[in-house]
């Protein structure tokens, strides 16, 4: 597609239950990133794939949160278990591989607004 | 471990007004620097890309400068106009093999008032 498409927009869930946020990279683009942004804040960076693979999934706040990318193009953020505190922005973007030799700017998506109550 | 910093926070003038956002990060070895607008609700828009190796970078009325060794980059708005009025994020990536993320400040929030 011509941007990075998440879906849903928005998801109001209860605490406790499960959750997937889908994301859509701009074709071609190899690289794929999830971040999370709470109110006020800048967005903290959760995990990063290179192609299929998790190529660093260091931001990742414990084991209840998991991400996969399972055909090196649609992404999808996995919540276990979800609670209050999981409430936030998850922004996904897509970018060329910085070692192709292309300037590795990302682009985002509008975000996925999770509202746990 | 990297630290972005954006100074002010907030930012409040009269259309018209020249404006300077301040970004400032702990390590200077980042492989680039990015700047990005963001509206209410929205995601993030890029601006500007500074590569480690440039000083500087022009798109319209926009103008971003890159000083790695002093770990500093200022975003210069000319002729502010309402529209600009959003919140303003700059991000600086790690370089060689140290991983592919973003470190973000935390954003400074402009309006411009008519």
Redesign the interface.
Known sequence: GAG?S?TPSNKVTEKGKYVELRCDPISGHT?L?W?RQSL??????LI?F?GTGA??D??LPNDRFFAVRPEGSVSTLKIQRTERGDSAVY?C?SSF??TSGR?????????S?LTVL | KQEVTQIPAALSVPEGENLVLNCSFTDSAIYNLQWFRQDPGKGLTSLLLIQSSQREQTSGRLNASLDKSSGRSTLYIAASQPGDSATYLCAVRRGGNAGNMLTFGGGTRLMVKP
């Open positions: 990075v998440q690289a990133y971040y006020g804040q800048g967005p903290e960076f990063y290179q190529a660093d260091s931001g922004l973007a591989e910085w300037s590795g700017e990302l682009f985002f998506g509008e975000g607004r």
